[in-house]
């Protein structure tokens, strides 16, 4: 079992920049990928990036590569997600996931969810 806990979200204006932050405890985190999912109202849940247990991989959705990082702090069970150049579009409310036998890009790959954090973005 693991358990996750998202902080960090807020108000912010457009062009503006978040961290978000994902507390994990339980297993051992770093055995776990662990993936950043969002959900916009009336939305179906979509995927930001994930970082790999294995190899290091990291990877983003299109529409926030190059703007959002993902990070990972082994010692501190903490995986982070940078958001730069915020646009109105990026409203939604955040969770973070982990995955125990690897993942990727999709929700079902992940076994353990977090609550949540709510990120508005004023145009």
């Known amino acids: 079992q693991v358990q996750l806990v998202e902080s960090g979200g807020g108000l912010v204006q457009a062009g503006g920049s978040l961290r978000l932050s994902c507390a994990a405890s339980?297993?051992?985190?770093?055995?776990?990928?662990m993936g950043w999912f969002r959900q916009a109202p009336r939305k179906e849940r979509e995927f930001v990036g994930f970082d790999s247990s294995i190899g290091g991989v990291t990877d983003y959705a299109d529409s926030v590569k190059g703007r959002f990082t993902i990070s990972r702090d082994n010692a501190k069970n903490t995986l982070y997600l940078q958001m730069n150049s915020l646009k109105p579009e990026d409203t939604a409310v955040y969770s973070c996931?982990?995955?125990?036998?690897?993942?990727?890009?999709?929700?079902?790959?992940?076994?353990?969810w977090g609550q949540g954090t709510q990120v508005t973005v004023s145009s």
């Open positions: 339980g297993r051992p985190f770093s055995r776990y990928t």
């Open positions: 996931a982990a995955a125990p036998l690897g993942g990727s890009y999709h929700s079902y790959e992940y076994d353990y």
